[in-house]
């Protein structure tokens, strides 16, 4: 049976819908039996979504804890018996009432990892220890952090909308040359995409996410870095100038200008002019280990679309 593409996509939109709302009403059912804010658990669980490769935006929930955490270390045949995972000292909680601890539930998994939260508190500090605790890794807590500041700031968890980095009104043009070498500071890879555009074109964000850096940069001159609610950090380099309303800290959605185009860069505190004004555009995937560059080309393009 032939079917038009616009109904394929009413119905993916249809889709990506009811998960949200499952997910929002999920969270707030936990939130409500356990006092921890709704936003931090949707900011774990996002964090989970996109670091973890086998994790699909499909799942109700992507939290997933250790086998020894949740069943508690003894409990070989990993019984979901309540009573035996406290015998145990497991961490695994019945989140839907049915009396059994199942990884597989997402109330289960959800109510668990509030419960775990609550083990050191539900103000905002102390779920920050309770997340070092857990994931001992500075940049990994800041992330959940900033992605539940963004959730609470827009009281939804569906952010999808996305922006061109500089203004369409204005004359830019840009290719793909992400993993060109440069050689400059020694030899290396364009970790990124170049945006031509005249001195002072309007710089903007890309996406909802939290200014993580702001400052000089040998390499990228005046530099802005982002980083969104999908473990992905933005890189804005050699602009002439930052926005007065900008600061680190500051939550930012799509279409916010952050400054302007410049050709700042190569050299100490003030240095412009060694190459044409442009815009350096970088992404980075953060897996809750590693982070690295990969190209922003094929969603420059499609941001292009989106903003015109």
Known sequence: MYIQL???????EAEDKSIHEQRMALYRKTEAITQIPWYYLAAIDQYERNSNEHNTDDQLVSISLPTEIWYGIGNSSMIKDINFIQFFNGKGKDGNGDGKADPEQPADALFTMA??????????DEIKI?????YKRDLTVQTIMNTADVFKKFNRIKLTDREFPVDTDYNYSYNNNWGD???????????????FADYGTPVKSTTYGVVELKGWNLYGGWRIGIRDINNIYHYYAHMSGYNDDIKVGQIVEPGDILGSVGSTGYGPP????????????????????????????????????MSK
């Not at 309770?130 to 857990?134: G, I, K, R």
């Not at 002019?273 to 809750?288: E, R, T, V």
């Open 6 to 12: 616009p109904h394929l996509i009413q119905a993916k």
């Open 115 to 124: 419960n775990m939260l609550l083990e050191y508190g539900p103000t905002r």
């Open 270 to 305: 003030g240095t412009s002019g060694k190459f044409p004004p442009h815009l350096h555009y970088g992404m980075y995937k953060d897996n809750g280990s590693k982070e690295w560059s990969f190209d922003p080309y094929p969603y420059l393009r499609k941001w292009e679309r």
């Open 130 to 134: 309770a997340l070092w605790n857990y």
């Open 181 to 195: 070498r440069r050689g400059f500071g020694g030899i290396r890879i364009h970790e990124g995409s170049d945006i």
